[in-house]
């Protein structure tokens, strides 16, 4: 079975001032054919939000067996309690109820993606926060109403939007040299792109934001 990924909830972000906005990741949902995966079930309104977009998949809150989280800012992880038997794979490593299994740290600080799970690669991608990571799936996904096949980058927050902010506006990044050779790794390393609080995007043209 090829991996499917899905946009479940696509996220939004509005900064109202320099200390407030309103904020949803988009969350995502991979289906790589022996686990059912989601990422970065962030902040909602309601928790029925990611409840009732579930059930459209048939699916409940049992039913998923890993969370994956693209980095450690509230937005993104605040709802992981939702998945009783999920496994949380994050930076640091696997985390199944009160055991860890941290990654071997040689070969998660070569700057090579390396296998997590069943299609899934992981690679460092910071800049915007220490902690981020951005999933690979080689798979199929939906774009522009079609269904398409190829890389898709979760990026959480090495890209907010398709175009949005700039490098040189980017508010809440810890490195902005780091940032910029992150985004160069996701877009040379994929396809398709699901930021972190906006739509999938494909890379036509993109050497944008860099």
């Not at 579930?54 to 509230?74: A, G, M, Q």
């Not at 902690?131 to 090495?158: H, L, M, P, Q, W």
Request: proline share 3%.
């Amino acid at each position: 079975m090829v991996a499917k990924v899905k946009v479940l909830i696509k996220g939004y972000i509005e900064l109202l001032s320099e200390f407030q906005g309103r904020v949803r990741p988009t969350i995502v949902l991979i289906d790589n054919g022996v686990n059912k995966i989601i990422v970065d079930p962030g902040t909602v309104k309601s928790q029925n939000i990611i409840h009732n977009a579930l059930k459209k998949e048939n699916l409940t809150v049992n039913d998923i067996t890993h969370v994956l989280i693209t980095h450690s800012h509230l937005d993104h992880y605040r709802n992981l309690g939702m998945f009783p038997n999920a496994i949380a794979i994050d930076f640091w490593g696997y985390w199944i109820k009160d055991t860890t299994k941290l990654f071997n740290r040689s070969e998660h600080d070569s700057n090579s993606k390396f296998k997590i799970l069943k299609d899934i690669q992981v690679l460092k991608t910071p800049g915007h926060d220490y902690s981020c990571v951005t999933f690979f799936v080689n798979g199929e996904t939906i774009f522009e109403g079609k269904v398409v096949r190829g890389v898709i980058a979760i990026c959480g927050d090495v890209f907010w939007k398709e175009d949005f902010p700039l490098l040189e506006d980017e508010p809440f990044a810890t490195d902005k040299s780091l940032l910029k050779k992150s985004r160069e790794l996701v877009l040379n390393n994929s396809d398709y792109i699901i930021p972190g609080h906006d739509d999938i995007f494909n890379l036509k043209a993109k050497t944008l934001l860099i």
